[in-house]
């Protein structure tokens, strides 16, 4: 598992090819002069003949190469989703080994403001901070150099469980529970090829949108035969809104 900074890095260094990727297509597609012709709507004036002369001189080879970019920065956005999974439970891991060996300090002793005070400040030493968001579980987020939010992983959620998995308390009567029989956990998946999981995810998509299709006319078809009027219960419409229903 790679540390979160690195993942926080990864991310940043494909979103700065994202956008060359896509400014790229947009040169292409002469997007800058397009939109100085102006605009349909509201007041602005529309030079039409500016729009559709530029539009022309766009050549098939500029629109098949523009599109090739945008698919790249599609992709790059979509392992960039995977990797944000990772960087949370990277973060996640280590922020519990942190914490859990915070915690056992104060195991029996009633959770006051200077008690509080105390775990705050020795979390702010490993660049995070956490607090209990209940009685069974803490919020924990990465901090800056500064000792400030950061937003490299806004608060989330880590959660007790015992030893048999069920949910377990961390606080009774505002005390801290023991941690031998504790467990604390997070919901995030940590994927190990991002790249290799978008194209999983891509060609299950494919199959899933075809036989969303398929059920969408089947369902028209068997409506049309069934007799109209009388007490005949019709087919529900499938779930299909168009291509962006599969998008992601």
């Not at 015992?162 to 031998?180: F, M, T």
């Not at 991002?194 to 089947?218: D, F, R, T």
Request: charged content about 35%; aromatic content about 8%.
């Amino acid at each position: 598992m790679k540390n979160y900074k690195v993942i926080f890095t990864e991310i940043k260094k494909n979103n700065e090819t994202i956008e060359n990727l896509k400014e790229q297509a947009d040169k292409l597609l002469k997007i800058p002069e397009l939109d100085s012709c102006g605009s349909f709507w509201g007041n602005g004036k529309f030079d039409a003949q500016k729009y559709k002369s530029i539009k022309e001189s766009i050549t098939k080879d500029e629109e098949q190469k523009a599109c090739e970019l945008y698919a790249q920065a599609d992709e790059l956005r979509k392992i960039n989703e995977i990797l944000q999974c990772n960087l949370k439970a990277s973060f996640c891991d280590s922020a519990i080994n942190i914490i859990t060996s915070i915690l056992e300090k104060y195991e029996g002793k009633p959770l006051g403001e200077k008690t509080k005070e105390k775990i705050r400040n020795e979390g702010k030493a490993f660049n995070l901070t956490f607090y209990f968001d209940s009685d069974e579980s803490i919020k924990v987020a990465t901090l800056g150099a500064n000792g400030c939010l950061d937003y490299v992983v806004r608060h989330e959620t880590l959660y007790a469980i015992d030893k048999d998995g069920h949910r377990a308390k961390l606080l009774i009567d505002n005390k801290l529970q023991p941690l031998e029989n504790i467990i604390l956990k997070h919901h995030f998946e940590y994927v190990e090829k991002p790249k290799q999981k978008v194209k999983q995810i891509e060609k299950l998509l494919e199959k899933y949108k075809n036989a969303c299709i398929n059920a969408s006319k089947l369902q028209g078809e068997l409506n049309d035969l069934l007799p109209k009027g009388g007490t005949i219960h019709r087919f529900d419409k499938v779930n299909y809104c168009g291509e962006n229903s599969f998008k992601w």
